[in-house]
Antibody, heavy 116, light 112 residues
């Protein structure tokens, strides 16, 4: 069945770089796009970016200068890197498969706290 | 950026009642390919968002027909009939037509 699982550090220091991994199973990264979405505690959802099946990417313009999404097809993994983290980047980060232009299956999310 | 305005902010509905949530866009969500990429999600407490409706009116796999979506252009509505206890949570609309893709601010559904 379709599964996505985010992993990464729970705590990141301000100004440092966040690195997250989304490991997928039950589908191929060459057949489905994968998006990243985040949610600050108690707040709404923010779309961050997507890696298309062909490997190209699109980013939220507000984050574009700090954000990079890549993948390793052989390992069924999608990676998120975001630099210059600040406290306002504290959030739960989700990866989600896309079908028909809609994120349909989501991971459980990983909580990331930015604090010294 | 496209702004999605969801109303109401919160809803208090009796079991078995009907709920209606509006999502209005600052721009038309009709894509150049003719599709309208407006989707609806429910985030239950402590869980990841789950897809309910995609492309305005199509129910996702396993979603009961109590959930229905409608609308066009800039005005969209999610209706929930015969509200059940498991329907509580926050409902979000998402537009995937214009980059950056954006979510509405959410509507919290509580059960009386």
């Amino acid at each position: 069945q379709v599964q996505l699982k985010e992993s990464g550090p729970g705590l990141v220091q301000p100004s440092q770089t966040l690195s997250l991994t989304c490991t997928v199973s039950g589908f191929s990264l060459t057949s489905y796009h994968v998006s990243w979405v985040r949610q600050p505690p108690g707040k709404g959802l923010e779309w961050m970016g997507v890696i298309w099946t062909g490997g190209s990417t699109a980013y939220n313009s507000l984050l574009k200068s700090r954000l990079s999404i890549s993948r390793d097809i052989s390992k069924s993994q999608v990676f998120l890197k975001m630099n210059s983290l600040q406290t306002e980047d504290t959030a739960t980060y989700y990866c989600a498969r896309e079908r028909g232009g809609a994120p349909d299956y989501w991971g459980q999310g990983v909580m990331v706290t930015v604090s010294s | 950026d496209v702004v999605l305005t969801q109303t109401p902010v919160s809803l208090l509905i009796s079991l078995g009642g009907q709920a209606s949530i509006s999502c209005r866009s600052s721009q038309s969500l009709v894509h150049s390919n003719g599709n309208t990429y407006l989707h609806w999600y429910l985030q239950k407490p402590g869980q990841s968002p789950q897809l309910l409706i995609y492309q305005v009116s199509n129910r996702f796999s396993g979603i009961p027909d109590r959930f229905s979506g409608s609308g066009s252009g800039t005005d969209f509505t999610l209706k929930i009939s015969r509200v059940e206890p498991e329907d509580l949570g926050v409902y979000y609309c998402l537009q995937r037509t214009h980059n950056p893709f954006t979510f509405g601010s959410g509507t919290k559904l509580e059960i009386k």
